[in-house]
């Protein structure tokens, strides 16, 4: 009898297949595309895509995936979960619900200041943050990394202390300068420029659905109501 007992660590096994799982919940979101041929806003195309809009549009599944963030950060004393933006406000009101710490949530604001892009905190949260308050960031996704750079700055500013970084998917190609991220998924999409990309010379169609779509978000194509 031959033994084909896997010889891959158990850990990193156990580890994988949660990450499969929680894959497959941004799946069942429709957040999650494969097997695509897509048009990114750079103009590179990429077999995979994450609508960023849609990963927490399930109650129950962001429940769940909150909670495991906050399994990983249960050993951490935690007063303060800080986000910004719609998505990860959300997830961070699942991650501080589930936290034994019972932290608050508090959210900054993204906006420009004088041509920089800057998160800041609203009046009322800023006597919250303050001088030795844990606080533990949460993202829905990490792509560049600048949002985090952000919200670090801002909790450091006040001389607090950030615990760690949460997130449901960050791209492994990112340098988050040593910070303690706990990501449910961790991947990267393989980017192509057009002239080199397999999908084309394939003849695979390219999906140009979420370029559009963003380039109608964008508030200067927004149309007002017509002026007489
Ligand atoms: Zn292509």
């Given at each position: 009898m031959t033994v084909t007992?896997?010889?891959?660590?158990?850990i990193a096994v156990e580890a994988e297949v949660r990450e499969k799982i929680h894959l497959e919940i941004l799946k069942r979101t429709g957040a999650y595309h494969s097997n695509d041929h897509v048009l990114l806003p750079s103009g590179h195309h990429t077999s995979e895509y994450i609508e960023?809009?849609?990963?927490?549009?399930?109650?129950?599944?962001?429940?769940?995936?909150?909670?495991?963030?906050a399994k990983h950060f249960a050993p951490w004393p935690v007063d303060v979960v800080l986000s910004t933006g719609p998505g990860?406000?959300?997830?961070?009101?699942?991650?501080?619900?589930?936290?034994?710490?019972?932290?608050?949530?508090?959210?900054?604001?993204?906006?420009?200041?004088?041509g920089h892009r800057k998160v800041t905190l609203p009046v009322e949260f800023q006597r919250l943050i303050r001088p030795e308050t844990?606080?533990?960031?949460?993202?829905?996704?990490?792509?560049?990394?600048?949002?985090?750079?952000?919200?670090?700055?801002?909790?450091?500013?006040?001389?607090?202390?950030?615990?760690?970084?949460?997130?449901l998917w960050r791209r492994t190609s990112v340098d988050l300068g040593g910070r303690p991220v706990f990501s449910l998924v961790s991947r990267d999409f393989p980017t192509y420029s057009p002239t080199d990309c397999p999908l084309c010379k394939k003849g695979v169609p390219l999906n140009e659905e979420f370029v559009r779509r963003r380039a109608h978000r964008r508030p200067s194509t927004i149309k007002g109501p017509k002026t007489p």
């Open positions: 007992a896997s010889k891959k660590d158990p960023k809009t849609l990963v927490t549009t399930e109650p129950s599944f962001t429940e769940g995936l909150g909670a495991v963030i990860a406000l959300i997830l961070s009101h699942c991650v501080a619900r589930a936290h034994p710490s019972r932290p608050i949530v508090v959210y900054g604001t993204k906006g420009l200041i004088s844990h606080v533990l960031l949460i993202e829905d996704l990490v792509s560049t990394g600048s949002t985090l750079n952000l919200l670090t700055n801002l909790v450091e500013q006040t001389g607090a202390e950030v615990v760690g970084v949460g997130c």
